[in-house]
């Protein structure tokens, strides 16, 4: 008899146990209930994994010590499924705990990744309050160093990973994320990229969709902090310079990188004089 592949969803998280659990829940609700939630908590102190466990007691914790960010939380991750025996045919899950999803969200998914082989699926962004799709993946414009949405699945060579959905046997052929260069911002579409480059097919599905809970606070928040030189240069700042030459380095060709890394800095400056 055929039994579907189990789904390992991989959730990097860090003090907001009230978020979490509402993702939690969620998955409470699934049609598909052959998962099995890896939770990457960074250091927090709120007993986000104990609250977990309350509604999930099968989660599996590993613990970080505050310094993991995005990418290192995902590769300790991917080195726990390396150390156990895990299938070639299970399909892995890699998303935030700050999302909400439909009951048949992991249903939907295993179905369609299942109809394409060697593939990346991002699940689409819906907004939660005008229920408009505002990710349907990523055209990475090399020659100029510009990230747009794609307005079509052929126009696709980017995906973030809040949402994405792969084969465990394509994600050891494409490696891990790149934590030392790219702990936090970069890290997922440096790799997703890189799969592109050996001939995966990046794709978004109608079926496939989530809310991002918090987005436009999120948004709010950048928009407001990224004046601040201490927060332009952290890990929490999706545009900091040094973050995005460090992209450059690893996706731009190596005829376009001088110009590149030229153009990412003389940017900051324009943004930092019209900000100031």
């Known amino acids: 008899m055929y039994s579907e592949p189990t789904i390992y969803i991989l959730v990097p998280v860090y003090n907001r146990a009230a978020i979490t659990l509402e993702f939690v829940d969620c998955l ?7 998962f099995k939630l890896i939770l990457i908590d960074d250091g927090s ?19 970080g010590d505050g310094n993991l960010w995005w990418a ?15 299938t070639s045919d299970s399909i892995i899950l890699i998303i935030n705990d700050d999302v909400l999803i439909n009951q048949d969200f992991l249903k939907n998914g295993i179905e369609t990744i299942k109809k394409n ?3 990346l699926l991002l699940a689409r962004q819906e907004n ?67 799969a592109y480059r050996q001939d995966y097919k990046l794709m978004t599905s109608n079926n496939v969709y989530l809310q991002h809970d918090i987005y436009n606070n999120n948004l709010k928040f950048k928009k407001k902090n990224r004046a601040d030189l201490r927060f332009l240069f952290s890990n929490k700042c999706d545009i900091n310079p040094i973050m995005l030459s460090k992209l450059a380095i690893l996706i731009s060709p190596v005829y376009l990188l001088p110009l590149n890394i030229f153009r990412i800095w003389y940017r900051t400056i324009k943004y930092l004089t019209l900000t100031t």
């Open 117 to 119: 082989d060697k593939t």
């Open 28 to 34: 409470q609700k699934q049609t598909f209930q052959n």
């Open 128 to 194: 939660n309050e005008t229920g408009a799709i505002e990710e349907t993946g990523v055209r990475v414009d090399l020659q100029h160093f510009n990230f747009y949405k794609a307005d079509n699945q052929e126009e696709i060579n980017c995906l973030s990973t809040r949402g994405l959905f792969l084969r465990w046997a394509d994600l050891k052929n494409i490696g891990k994320l790149k934590s030392g260069m790219l702990p936090h911002y970069g890290s997922d579409y440096e790799f997703t990229m890189r």
């Open 72 to 86: 290192g939380c995902l590769n300790k991750g991917i080195n726990w499924l390396q150390q156990h025996d895990v």
């Open 45 to 63: 102190v709120d007993d986000t994994a104990g609250q977990v466990r309350q509604l999930l007691p099968e989660t599996l914790v590993l613990q």
